[in-house]
């Protein structure tokens, strides 16, 4: 994952729900540039209760709303697509939010707003 053009701008790079890595089969459907629906199988790379992050060999821009489909449950949610970034292997990653709240999407337990991903460092001093 890269990191969000803004620099070190804390507002710009505090979260509204904690980050999870997660690689989960989705499916996107976008409307294409001569205005027909397009398709991909996609996987997320890192979702939260607000959107993921996925890579995308379509083309989509800032701005642009898109579907994703949850392959598992078949649930569908309508996105904006808030960044892009050039990725390998001629894919965008690309950050989507989710238009309406869907906490539940991921069918996953997201860690409590006051949880830290590292946990102090265990030193022999500490026993």
């Known amino acids: 994952m890269s990191a969000p ?3 070190n701008d804390p507002a710009h790079n ?12 989705i499916l996107v459907i976008a409307r294409g540039p ?9 996987f997320t790379s890192s979702v939260n209760a607000h959107g993921a992050l996925i890579y995308l060999a379509l083309k989509v ?7 994703i489909k949850n392959t598992e ?3 569908e949610q309508f996105v904006r697509v808030v960044r892009t970034n050039p990725a390998q ?5 690309v950050a989507v939010e989710f238009l309406r709240p869907a906490p539940k999407f991921w069918r996953i337990a997201f860690p409590p707003d006051d949880w830290a991903p590292h946990a ?6 500490t026993f």
């Open 73 to 75: 449950t078949g649930e």
């Open 34 to 42: 001569n205005g027909q629906h397009v398709s991909e199988n996609a």
């Open 61 to 67: 821009e800032t701005g642009q709303k898109i579907m």
């Open 5 to 7: 053009p803004f620099g």
């Open 89 to 93: 292997e001629g894919k965008l990653e």
């Open 14 to 25: 505090r979260r509204r729900s904690q980050r999870v890595l997660l690689r989960m089969p």
């Open 120 to 125: 102090p460092e265990i030193t022999a001093d």
